[in-house]
């Protein structure tokens, strides 16, 4: 071992059975620097509360969540051994590692692992934790775009610089020049190109080192060989007087590869950086109402229950209920529509969201943590965690084709050295230049990316890359029934009249009976005036309730309960609604149909999914008739009734099992377990329902259209990514040839290169239009 730091690693690797971590990784990590004694007893800090409270939040169990910034994370591997190693501590619930921000978020006991143990279990991995802030974490890519610009900008003022000798050096072979000025034009050059490579080139040679110190082939290895091979050649074609220099070739080879991967960067980066800091754009204080006062208050102290003041103009600093005052929101951060949405007493207002016309009082429902941004900033990391399994198939072709481009290379330069050995070296060059896969490996991270965003700005909150690819490949789409096809809210369709007595009394009684249930049937009877009188009211749990009024019982409920006080009782009128029946002691007062109203898009949906060429079905727990009603009405042809969650994920299992890839759509909290199984899930949720639903999307505004667009939208990005594939490797094919036959320079050969990378990422783009 090359330090103690990684014999400690590698044993800690294989005493833990993690041995696959040495298949999986995609680059090494930066070799840590020894620990002196005592050098763990640093993060004991880190075990004060109130320091400790600045970057953990406590869960509702007791556990803890902190996140930290980790130094010297490079690749997946690096993400994988972190997370298995510490999931086997005794005491942690869950560790993930974000690779794109260097993150780790990790659950814990604080009652059986101290905070302090977690930093030196990290750094004993060879990782350099500390506490994360999004400011830390901002200002840690501010830097690294600063550098990357300055690296960019050396190499493009390089290449014109050395652009200007290289135009008299090949004048100069045409009409002659002095061989003074030959030789100054040359030095001049190479001070300059040497600048260039050993600054602006420097981390494609760092990372090929690195790498193949260990054996392993990745593509800046031909990147780096070929600059290396060119400038080297050159230093001697000056130093000895002879030959040709393509300095130019080297600093331009240089700038437009740095330019294809700063345009890749910046584009992969910007739609992530909208809701990386999204708590920064709501305002610091907030007007709170304190006895009978409105004042300024920092937003982190507002609570549930405060009542707020919300200007004309504001941006709404929580989620609050509106109480007082009407007003419009503009709301096109989470659902894209730029036209604002009416709001009245008793309407729900978000964080994030600006208030364009009145004031507005509304009372806080919880804090940034429970607030619909938040959720949409979760979803975004949550979704840069993972990497989709499109992108590593591309990882491991790209691999095989290094080794590839390194073969054919190595048979070019023998064949040209016994052909034309003058020319060996720059054709070699050119192999090595033309044909590195950057393309490749760009084709699927850039489309995702740019569908996800796409989909996030048309209302769709997309928690994992990965299901884009599978409901691009969906044969089934299977439906729950309430709150999914129907908007969940039940309201008296019809009421049937068994006794003469007016409607409004009989709606009367009923309230008076539903005020003691917390049943959501109560919820259709709350803004009836209740009848009074009522006492020894009895909730009977899911059937009904009883009560006494002037002497007399009254029920209220099903068949089975009402009949025995009104043995006359006649079944219900029939199978459309939920039927409720109202009895008194004796005599049969009514029949309530509640219903529950199809959403009205629901058929046009329904339609084009079919006429999209997908299987439909309806799971549904409701065992009455009104789902063969539903689906008869809709021309959904299978359906299945009478089913508990477990029956729902048997039914997708069983179409699994057959071949089928299916895509679940429900309400995201009923359904969990069965939209966890599914190969793609979508949660048509409200806002409160965002935060917990672990559906793969969520379609924020409810509208079922919605998820046919993110279908179309999943469909054109697995076309789009076949595309970049059949390009990357198309050119490849095509261009290493032409090379190897002579026919392309090294200069030619670097622009075909960055060309090739930069129009997989403008393909890619096309994916940013809305659905």
């Known amino acids: 071992m090359c330090c103690p730091g990684c014999r400690a690693v590698a044993a800690l690797i294989a005493d833990s059975g993690l041995d696959a971590f040495y298949q999986q990784r995609t680059a090494f990590n930066e070799r840590p620097q020894p620990i002196e004694t005592g050098n763990l007893q640093q993060y004991l800090v880190y075990d004060d509360p109130e320091l400790a409270a600045t970057f953990t939040e406590v869960g509702a169990d007791g556990t803890l969540s902190a996140r930290l910034l980790l130094g010297g994370v490079t690749c997946a591997a690096c993400t994988w051994l972190i997370e298995q190693s510490l999931s086997r501590v005794e005491g942690v619930a869950s560790a993930l590692v974000n690779l794109q921000q260097s993150r780790l978020d990790i659950r814990f006991d604080p009652q059986i692992l101290p905070l302090s143990e977690i930093f030196a279990r990290v750094e004993t991995l060879g990782y350099r934790p500390r506490p994360y802030q999004a400011s830390t974490q901002r200002q840690q890519m501010a830097d690294e775009y600063r550098l990357d610009l300055r690296r960019l900008g050396v190499a493009g003022l390089g290449m014109m610089q050395v652009g200007m000798f290289a135009v008299a050096l090949h004048a100069g072979d045409i009409q002659g020049i002095d061989i003074r000025y030959q030789g100054l034009l040359r030095w001049v050059s190479l001070v300059v190109a040497s600048f260039v490579v050993f600054y602006s080139a420097r981390s494609f040679f760092e990372s090929a080192w690195r790498h193949l110190k260990l054996g392993t082939l990745v593509m800046d290895l031909p990147v780096a060989l070929a600059i290396g091979l060119a400038w080297a050649a050159s230093i001697w074609a000056t130093a000895s007087g002879t030959g040709q220099v393509y300095f130019d070739s080297v600093v331009m080879f240089t700038f437009f590869l740095l330019l294809a991967r700063f345009l890749e960067r910046r584009v992969r980066q910007r739609h992530a950086m909208t809701w990386f800091d999204a708590e920064n754009t709501l305002p610091p204080i907030a007007a709170v109402q304190r006895e009978g006062q409105w004042l300024g208050v920092p937003r982190i102290q507002l609570r549930a229950g405060d009542v707020v003041l919300v200007k004309a103009g504001d941006t709404v600093p929580v989620d609050a209920e509106v109480i007082s005052g009407d007003s419009a929101v503009k709301e096109d ?33 919880g804090d940034y943590r429970d607030s619909r941004l938040a959720a949409l900033q979760r979803s975004v990391e949550i979704a840069q965690t993972e990497k989709p399994r499109l992108a590593r198939l591309a990882d ?16 070019t330069a023998v064949t040209w050295s016994q052909i034309a050995p003058e020319q060996a070296l720059w054709i070699t060059l050119s192999v090595l230049v033309i044909s590195c896969p950057c393309a490749l490996a760009l084709a699927t991270p850039a489309a995702l990316t740019s569908a996800a965003s796409a989909l996030r700005a048309g209302g769709v909150i997309v928690r994992g890359e990965n299901a884009l690819e599978s409901l691009s490949r969906a044969t089934h789409m299977v439906f729950d029934k309430t709150g999914t096809l129907t908007e969940g809210t039940l309201e008296i369709s019809d009421l049937h009249s068994l006794a003469d007595i007016p409607a409004g009394e009989l709606q009367g009684i009923a309230a008076a009976l539903q005020q003691y249930s917390t049943h959501p049937i109560s919820r259709v009877f709350s803004t009836t005036t209740a009848a009074t009188g009522f006492e020894q009211v009895e909730y009977h749990v899911g059937r009904g309730l009883e009560g006494m009024c002037d002497g007399t019982r009254y029920c209220m409920g099903s068949e089975a309960l009402c009949r025995p006080l009104a043995p006359q009782l006649p079944p219900p009128p029939d199978d459309r609604l939920y039927w409720i029946a109202l009895v008194r002691e004796g005599q049969a007062l009514a029949w309530f149909g509640l219903g529950d109203r199809v959403r009205p898009e629901a058929a046009e949906v329904i339609r084009s999914a079919r006429e999209g060429g997908l299987q439909l079905e309806l799971l549904t ?19 299945h009734r009478g089913m508990q969650p477990q029956q729902k994920m048997s039914r997708v299992g069983e179409l699994q099992q057959q071949g089928a890839v299916v895509s679940m759509v429900g309400d995201g909290l009923n359904d969990a377990p069965v939209l966890s199984l599914a190969d793609a899930s979508f949660a048509v949720a409200g806002a409160t329902d965002l935060a917990r639903t672990q559906a793969d999307f969520v379609v924020v505004g409810g509208d079922l259209r919605t998820i046919l667009d993110t279908w179309r939208k999943a469909r054109q990005c697995r076309r789009i990514i076949l595309q970049n594939f059949a390009w990357a490797l198309a050119y490849n094919l095509c261009a290493i040839p032409l090379a190897a036959a002579g026919f392309v320079p090294p200069w030619a050969a670097a622009i075909g290169m960055s060309l090739s990378s930069l129009l997989v990422v403008l393909n890619s783009l096309r994916l940013n239009r809305r659905p």
């Open 333 to 365: 951060t989470f659902s894209g529509e730029h036209l604002p949405r009416s709001v009245a007493s008793g309407d729900m207002i978000y964080a994030g969201t600006v208030n364009v016309e009145r004031v507005l009082e509304a009372r806080v429902t």
């Open 396 to 411: 491991r072709i790209a691999s095989w084709f290094i080794a590839g481009i390194l073969l054919v290379t190595t048979a």
């Open 621 to 639: 727990g409701d065992s009455s008739g009104h789902g063969l009603l539903l689906a008869g009405e809709l021309g959904i042809d299978s359906i």
